[in-house]
DNA sequence: ATATTTTGTTAGATCATCCTAACATTATAG
DNA sequence: CTATAATGTTAGGATGATCTAACAAAATAT
């Protein structure tokens, strides 16, 4: 049995891990609020339970098994925001930390119940891939908004790490998932982009573009 | 700030309290499944917080703060398994366990939202009653059914204390909330009652007709 | 009215999760 | 290539929620 202290401490390193898939105990610690002596112990736990692959002064690394059990959480995670905004009405803003309690709930028929009454969908509304039941993620091949070229016309298919304050500063410029964008030009010097879109344009600096995800010729 | 452990026992306070609004610490222990020692250790921390009125060996007893947030709790409940009834399609065996984890979520938007949604009722789908967002419970002047005469015609409104099995047979005898039902006799050895509905008619035991509440005259 | 049973409390332990302080290792910068 | 900084670990302690064993009070039964 997996307690709520570990399921935050695995989707944590899940979401920390890059392509490598490596954590430091630093940045893990950091990103949940915890001391890191405490982290360190809590690997030591999880190692012992096959969850992730830890060796003193080493990276941390999620085991599969490890992997597959961050994804269901964060599976419950973002079905739940879904959820909330496509079938309660609640707000972006407010949904996110909702899920963080939503989703430990153990009941898997209460999300099978969201997945199918969403219409199984694999992308939620930050735009971000739903794991299955069985914790795989269907990968959809995405390109960052900073890969593109000037002209290329592309739509809006999702966003990356969305904070609160990210996602208000988008409704403000009402860019929204599924917009077509056209890359009017690319600043040289700070790799910003002027972007045009729904008869407005904007600015839009590179950490913007390089976490808007979109698809190419759409 | 209320533990989610605290807000079991204030629940559970709560559930038993009857009209004296007493309660055992063997009942408690019971009905919470944890032994005796830590239900009265636990006791002593309710009171401090002001929620419990707590002396040795005396029965147990709510404060005015301790009923409300009881009834702040149980109305997350109510919610809770009503709109996984009626909006999530999900069957009446399978809300309670799901409704016991939700209750714990912090967020009242969730909860109000949910009310919304659910046209602000102020009976449950098992027929209790669902306090509003300051803790207060609708009163609304219900009977049991074992207290009514002979040749008296009820409707069924309410349901106390439904646990799965009860449920079932309820349905299995196509008993359910808004029936009328008419009195035909009563067996004073037992207290067992013959009712009449829906063109059928069935012998309820004491246990059961003390558990369905009815509107007299309706 | 005393003995027995039931009920409730105290004392002391365990386990999970967190902490601080001190120490150890690894990385980095002169 | 050492000195310093950054990172990670160990040791020991706190808190919340639970337990068992032993004791105390209250209720009950003969």
């Avoid at 707000?91 to 099978?112: K, L, M, Q």
Wanted: proline residues 3%; aromatic residues 8%.
């Amino acid at each position: 049995m997996i307690s709520l202290a570990e399921e935050n401490y695995l989707k944590a390193l899940f979401n920390l891990a890059g392509q490598r898939g490596e954590v430091n105990v630093t940045e893990l610690s950091k990103q949940l609020g915890i001391k890191m002596p405490t982290v360190t112990s809590m690997m030591k736990k999880l190692a012992e339970k096959k969850l992730v692959y830890y060796e003193s002064y080493k990276p941390l690394r999620l085991t599969e098994k490890g992997k597959k059990e961050a994804a269901l959480v964060i599976r419950k995670h973002r079905l739940t925001e879904m959820f909330l905004v496509e079938k309660m009405g609640l707000g972006w803003e407010d949904v996110h930390e909702i899920a963080e309690e939503v989703e430990h709930i153990r009941s898997t028929a209460f999300f099978d119940k969201m997945d199918e009454l969403l219409g199984f969908p694999r992308i939620d509304p930050h735009g971000s891939s739903i794991p299955d039941k069985n914790g795989k993620f269907a990968s959809i091949p995405y390109d960052k908004l900073c890969d593109c070229r000037v002209g290329e016309t592309v739509k809006l298919s999702a966003v990356i790490h969305s904070s609160s304050e990210f996602l208000k500063f988008l409704t403000n410029r009402a860019i929204r998932l599924g917009i077509r964008m056209k890359i009017r030009s690319v600043e040289p010097f700070d790799g910003s982009m002027v972007i045009g879109y729904d008869n407005r344009q904007e600015t839009l600096s590179r950490t913007v573009c390089e976490r808007l995800l979109v698809e190419k010729g759409k």
